[in-house]
């Protein structure tokens, strides 16, 4: 199983993994938000939209770029995100995290 040897943010405010099989993965903080697997989010994705024709009103919280503020390492197979928007109860595993992202070329 790969597992992360190191993480960063780069100055666009991605995050950088690199991984014990010597790749690196980039991604963008709105993709990991999106793809948050608590159940909370998982329930969100999951139900339509209450009206359609009701655009939800945007805390300034909402507005401002999404962050990361900090990751922690949950046992030894997932990292949980706490998120600029107050967010922090994703339990991201290595495994989906290796399907999110994109790789980083390095050559
Ligand atoms: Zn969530």
Redesign the pocket.
Known sequence: MTYPTALKLDDGGRLLITWSDQVTWSYRVRELRDA?P?A??REKRNTPPADPFALPLLSKVELEPLRIGGMKPVGNYAYSIAFSDG?D??IFTFELLRELGAEVSTS
């Open positions: 948050c608590c909370t989010c967010h109860t994703g």
